[in-house]
């Protein structure tokens, strides 16, 4: 093919591209789809100039910069030249299309990808979808923003400019210390900060355990109806969810013999059950402890909302009357605060402590410094404390609100029961009812009710809806409540 | 043993704890270690308390709150009682250490846990080590904060409540549209914002590439010496990390269909090799892309500081030249803003972007909503184009000013190669200096070198030192070489 048919086709764009660029662009992939070959010589940059209309300097810095990245060759005195590029390679995407069609032999994913790929968790999450009865979701309208900016801006201004390098993987140390404090407090957990590994929210913390303390193929008992993200945690490490049945204690730990004897893990939500909001009893939670002492294997004790416990002081944690150093503790701030922070904690077993933080180093480096700085003044200087007390009081109102207008308003047809912790209730529908297809029935009134059904793999209770009610005035509480009784009074 | 022992022990502490709470703790603490026994009759909170010398409030409320825990029961008219709990759940953890010494039987760490446990990566970066040389880390003394932190301010109020909910794991959109215009203009790359995943930095990025396309036990290729932090993530993955030489053009291909011909990956820096700085040919590059078209394989190409090129247009990125969607491409901010925000991103190829979004989801549910607006609004506004510029004229003052002071102070002994690209050179010992004795040499006098040996696996170069040069000052540069000569003239 001639050099002048290679410029034919070259059309200036009137974008912010500059032209050697665009020239550049047009003769580079001339030469990767073959129309200028390999030793081709190249007219020189003043007769290209004159050619195409642009200056010779336009003309030049396109052909330098294909020379530097060694497209052309020989730029000085003896004229410019397609470098010697075999063939074979060069023209490797046509050639092989024509000569032998590309037959994929091998799956793109791996095993594990292909399992990831085929859960079927909501695939997005829409921010517009904050509205009654969505649930995990805190009060975002009540939270304290102005005041967590000013400690932000502060913080900016007071870390100095070494913070802003590479720092602890585990986490910003202030942050764990301030942690450890809150936790001995609030949690009777005890531990020192060494134990603390700051996460990208609890999601991650659970990949970190399955994949620290259980080889591909293990077996972990998860609760059913259970929390959806802990078993999508364990899939992505290759480990087995086995579900186990619930009683009004907790997980059976007798079915889970049961069902799965040989298990090194059992995933848990001993201060509130999620979702059924059930408190594991302290029976139980000797039972879970001492099965994990025995087989010498784990209990991830997953706290995430107990903070909101409307009445006394939060259950002390599972962590805290364990001896046998068998617990892992996870917590959150994406209830207590907000969620797009994304920050969570372990507290690992002192033994643990080295290998998780160098499994969180080797997997991302650590969170970002600025809002671990933020949080640990938000903490230390009892802020946290203050959003608390004035969040128990709106979510124990707004629970009444919605516990008394249901009954009021649906009666029979949705009995909520009140509960003493959380951000969710969970309302049980008539026996007869098929909680799957009401809930798309007020999906269709742009009302959001979780299935039960929908964190159930196996031990299918009553039919129920998931109800979130911490971010929604006690109005909007009502009036979604009215909309509900008008579709659900029309029967199924 | 009588209740009255069981209180005998009580000393109130003078801490920030209520007495009620300190009563609650000692009576759980009495129960769980066998002092208390089930079924055992408490005292009246009336008695109780005039034994203590405390208010009836406090005996009370330490009951409720243990009663609400499981551990008293019977607490209206009849008396106050120990909780019927299986004695030998209870005593379990005395019990067994005295009738049984628990034997650790199985390892505490799973296979992969062993693995990651037993990586050699530096234990703590401690921020303090921000001095020459120091290689990856940027200027941060230069970077515009005020802006920045002006910008996250102005970001926090015009996100509206709902941003600070759930957000899309897979990044913020209007951050991933920004990156794809910044990557067609300045990288050659060519995407679409659905390809674009955004990561806690590369070494996120590495960890999924490695777990979605790669099975357990299969082989990759690294470029020896190469970064570290690439073999760290292939190990977390149970990858096998297979070191293939380079030469004047890059990774030899050639080479490594010897090493490993059935490897399915190829981890590599094209633009400026970790930490050699040679820049990959054209030719090379070809090679490496027919490879995994054939293989069906697939290229992680790492461009961790493609930015700063000091002559003309960064190269062009390999992405922009596969045909076959074979290339994975990893970009950070880390090198080009600050390494603690934590941000970097990857381009996958359109049919992987699903699972991409997917495991992202599943892994943590996605990174800070502040942090990704404001770096949006920094691409936007075209700030990340002036601080690169602004830094590009930095770094090539400070790379000459090592060249040049190498050259006068050092002369043979530690040669510097002037090199296009990056925040760090190769400085050559010569060839009979042992690097690692050299580097240890200087850190006595706290001078940071990190020996090129320390890159290296298997294809050993010369001795060499990897110097990081963009955060010092030319002053300080001159000062640390001057230093260094007193070091290395003194002979091994």
């Known amino acids: 093919m001639s050099i002048h048919l290679a410029f034919h086709s070259l059309e200036w764009e009137n974008n912010s591209q500059p032209k050697y660029l665009q020239l550049y662009e047009h003769i580079r992939q001339a030469i990767l789809n073959g129309q200028l070959k390999s030793?081709?010589?190249?007219?020189?940059?003043?007769?290209?100039?004159?050619?195409?209309?642009?200056?010779?300097?336009?003309?030049?810095?396109?052909?330098?910069?294909?020379?530097?990245?060694?497209?052309?060759?020989?730029?000085?005195?003896?004229?410019?030249?397609?470098?010697?590029?075999?063939?074979?390679?060069?023209?490797?995407?046509?050639?092989?299309?024509?000569?032998?069609?590309?037959?994929?032999?091998?799956?793109?994913?791996?095993?594990?990808?292909?399992?990831?790929?085929?859960?079927?968790?909501?695939?997005?999450?829409?921010?517009?979808?904050?509205?009654?009865?969505?649930?995990?979701?805190?009060?975002?309208?009540?939270?304290?923003?102005?005041?967590?900016?000013?400690?932000?801006?502060?913080?900016s201004k007071s870390l100095g400019f070494e913070a802003f390098g590479y720092g602890d993987a585990a986490g910003y140390l202030p942050l764990r210390r301030a942690?450890?404090?809150?936790?001995?407090?609030?949690?009777?957990?005890?531990?020192?900060?060494?134990?603390?590994?700051?996460?990208?929210?609890?999601?991650?913390?659970?990949?970190?355990?399955?994949?620290?303390?259980?080889?591909?193929?293990?077996s972990a008992w998860i609760e059913d109806p259970g929390y959806n993200g802990a078993r999508e945690a364990m899939n992505l490490m290759e480990i087995q969810p086995r579900p186990v049945p619930l009683d009004q204690e907790g997980i059976s730990v007798e079915a889970a013999m049961e069902v799965a004897p040989d298990a090194r893990l059992a995933y848990v939500t001993p201060s509130h059950q999620y979702p059924t909001g059930v408190?594991?009893?302290?029976?139980?939670?000797?039972?879970?402890?001492?099965?994990?002492?025995?087989?010498?294997?784990?209990?991830?004790?997953?706290?995430?909302d107990s903070e909101?416990?409307?009445?006394?002081?939060?259950?002390?944690?599972l962590q805290g009357i364990d001896r046998n150093n068998r617990v892992i503790y996870l917590g959150t701030f994406s209830k207590v605060l907000f969620p797009a922070m994304r920050l969570g904690y372990m507290v690992v077993p002192p033994a643990l402590a080295e290998a998780f933080q160098q499994a969180k180093r080797y997997t991302d480096r650590g969170n970002s410094i600025l809002e671990q700085a933020t949080l640990a003044a938000f903490l230390e200087?009892?802020?946290?404390?203050?959003?608390l007390r004035r969040m128990r009081l709106l979510y124990q109102e707004r629970q009444e609100a919605l516990v008394y207008w249901s009954g009021k308003l649906l009666g029979e047809m949705l009995r909520v029961n009140p509960s003493d912790t959380g951000l969710h209730a969970v309302g049980w529908l008539q026996p007869d009812r098929d909680d799957c297809e009401v809930a798309e029935?007020?999906?269709?009134?742009?009302?959001?009710?979780?299935?039960?059904?929908?964190?159930?793999?196996?031990?299918?209770?009553a039919p129920g809806l998931v109800m979130g009610y911490a971010p929604y005035r006690e109005e909007l509480i009502r009036e979604t409540l009215e909309r509900m009784a008008g579709v659900l009074g029309r029967g199924i």
């Not at 594990?112 to 921010?127: D, E, M, P, Q």
């Not at 909101?308 to 944690?317: D, V, W």
């Open 179 to 218: 942690i450890v404090q809150y936790l001995r407090k609030s949690r009777g957990v005890s531990c020192e900060p060494e134990q603390i590994i700051i996460t990208n929210g609890i999601q991650q913390a659970l990949g970190l355990a399955c994949q620290l303390l259980l080889n591909p193929g293990d």
């Open 441 to 461: 029935r007020l999906w269709q009134q742009a009302i959001i009710a979780s299935p039960l059904s929908g964190y159930t793999r196996q031990y299918r209770q």
């Open 39 to 155: 030793g081709e010589q190249l007219p020189s940059s003043r007769a290209l100039a004159r050619q195409l209309g642009v200056s010779r300097t336009t003309a030049m810095q396109a052909f330098e910069h294909l020379a530097a990245e060694g497209y052309l060759s020989g730029h000085t005195g003896a004229g410019t030249f397609v470098s010697q590029l075999p063939p074979d390679q060069l023209s490797l995407p046509g050639v092989q299309a024509q000569e032998a069609p590309v037959i994929q032999k091998r799956p793109l994913l791996s095993r594990r990808g292909a399992v990831i790929s085929s859960l079927s968790g909501s695939k997005l999450v829409n921010r517009q979808n904050i509205k009654p009865f969505r649930p995990g979701v805190p009060a975002l309208w009540d939270f304290p923003f102005t005041q967590w900016f000013r400690l932000m801006s502060r913080q």
């Open 279 to 304: 408190v594991m009893s302290l029976s139980r939670r000797l039972e879970l402890l001492e099965w994990a002492a025995r087989q010498e294997g784990w209990v991830l004790e997953d706290d995430y």
């Open 308 to 317: 909101y416990r409307f009445n006394g002081k939060p259950l002390a944690a």
């Open 381 to 387: 200087e009892g802020q946290l404390e203050r959003h």
